[in-house]
């Protein structure tokens, strides 16, 4: 049994759930403490231990029965449920359908006799499959369709069919043939139960005696690659990582509380002490942004523009204010919903009300919507930041506002995840906003937005 979880656990690692070394110890000892005299306690003490995360459990439920449920399907001798008269019309049935389909006449007597595969029949059905080839489980389907081809299940169908005709004509009633067809069927979805979970126990071996593939640092995949599972996961990562940079952004705060050491001023205050520094003198403390993000919340951007919002608002107490807005074709405020609910809700909120659809891009006609609008919330201690790609559907970019705006903020920041050699190409203006903007941060991953947000907030 041991050297069974063990290879459960394995199989679980190589589908991506994260079990260390004390919880698969955990999990062991919990089964021998349990046993395996109740199976739904056995398994509630596995998944106890082995899954942390929801979103790990469906991948636990899935692998569970492959190696800890037998896989002999529940048939049933359909021939000791008829009557003796109805045994005899059926063997007499059953011979006339010899000839080319004697294959398909023998796995009907299976059928009626209610007789799974033996494992050595699984094992020639997988070995003509193909199924030592193998490696992971999204090819079960596959292999499964191939082994219910060299069974003959796939084509029993139509014989079953013929049987049945047969019997009618030879004057079974109809009420019973439709006893036979329901039993038979039953039977027939047993058998294919018995391929699935040998093709799925036989993949699901193999990958628990591979070595997990090496997983790329999500911090440096590309947001645009991400999976679903990998979107989880970054949800949960870009909370850890903002921890670390509010702590980082604590230290500095703590270290600046009076300034750095200002030489020149100190002797200039202590000339009346005859140059003697008695009275220290410092540079102004480090002193919290205020902050303006406007959002492209279009297709290309929207995971960028999610974990750039998550992370600005989960540092909202090294910041002063944030004002709030994303755009598609048109401008939208969406600070109030960031003051009345916390990250999660909101920016859930947010993705939900402004989907993505077949309007165009439009930040020419956003920024003059801002112009008339929302100007009054950038002043000289504001920094704007652009979180965009920069491309405009060949719209009117409308340079002469964001020109106005980086002159009346203190900074205006661009953040876009298309290296600089694409700008200018197609529909984008990358290279004249960047022309007018303080600077670029390139952020293609979560590592380089983490880096570009902790820099703006060390430079104010």
Known sequence: MDKRMVEFIRALRAAGVRISVAESQDALRGAGEVGIGSANIFRAALKSALVKENRDGQTFDYFFPLFFNHNQPPLEDIMQQL???DQRLLQQALQALMGDMQALRQLMERLLEGRPFTEEELRQMGEQSGLENGEAMYQRGWFERRMMAQSGLAALQRMLDDLLQQLADMGM???QLDQLAEMIQQNMIGLSEQISNFAGASLAERMARQEPPER?????VPLQRLSDGDLNAMRDEIRRLAARLRTRAALRQKRAKLGDFDPRRTLRA???????P???QHRNKHKKPSLVLICDLSTSMRYTVEFMLTLVYELQDQVRRTHSFIFISDMVDVTMI???ADCRTAIAQVMAENPPGYYSTD???SL???ASEHMATIDSRTTVIVCGDGRNNYNNPRLDIISDMQRKARRLFWFCPEPQYQWGTGDSDMHHYAARADGVFLVRNLRELAQAVDRILVEN
């Open 83 to 85: 009557s003796p008269e």
């Open 173 to 175: 009633s109809q009420e």
């Open 216 to 220: 790329p640092d999500l911090l440096d």
């Open 270 to 276: 202590n000339m009346r002490h005859g140059g003697v």
């Open 278 to 280: 008695i009275e220290l």
């Open 338 to 340: 960031f003051e009345q």
């Open 363 to 365: 930040l020419g006609n």
């Open 368 to 370: 003059k919507t801002f």
